[in-house]
């Protein structure tokens, strides 16, 4: 083997192991960032979890007091007269899922990055949401609760 080729060689073999080097470090960083990614989404689902559950619990505490505000014979009285309009179902569903819909997306998320503990957790707290509104849930981790 001559000097040149030797050199030519050695030159192929370094810029080949620089490549895989470079290779190496380019799908570690993008490892970590992926998983950092990960992180920052489910945090920031477990935050729309705490705040919009706290939403929701805000939410039917006006209800409640709506409701006591809103009956007896004076409230039929100015329904009648046309005074006040009727609760609209509707309208109640539309005001409450300002909340509700945020809430399972962010169920969604806490499902999908979370371990079974974390789920269990959100589970429970939107549960206990739907047990304050008075609604059925099935978000139970526990397929038997279906």
Not at 68 to 74: A, D, P, T, V
Not at 105 to 110: D, F, K, Q, V
Request: hydrophobic share 45%.
């Amino acid at each position: 083997m001559t000097q040149t080729v030797a050199v030519l060689i050695a030159a192929l073999g370094s810029s080949a192991l620089t490549g895989l080097a470079s290779l190496g470090v380019t799908w570690y960083r993008d490892w970590r960032q992926g998983k950092s990614d990960d992180n920052a989404a489910l945090h920031a689902a477990i935050m729309g979890i705490l705040s919009r559950s706290m939403a929701v619990a805000f939410r039917a505490q006006s209800m409640g007091q709506m409701m006591k505000i809103r009956s007896g014979l004076m409230e039929g009285v100015d329904i009648a007269l046309h005074h006040r309009k009727p609760v609209d179902g509707l309208e109640l569903h539309d005001w409450l899922a300002q909340d509700v819909v945020p809430l399972n997306a962010a169920l969604g998320e806490i499902w999908t990055r979370w371990d079974q503990a974390g789920v269990r957790l959100a589970n429970d707290v939107v549960g206990k949401c739907m047990d304050v509104l008075g609604g059925q849930h099935f978000c139970s981790a526990d397929p038997g609760h279906w």
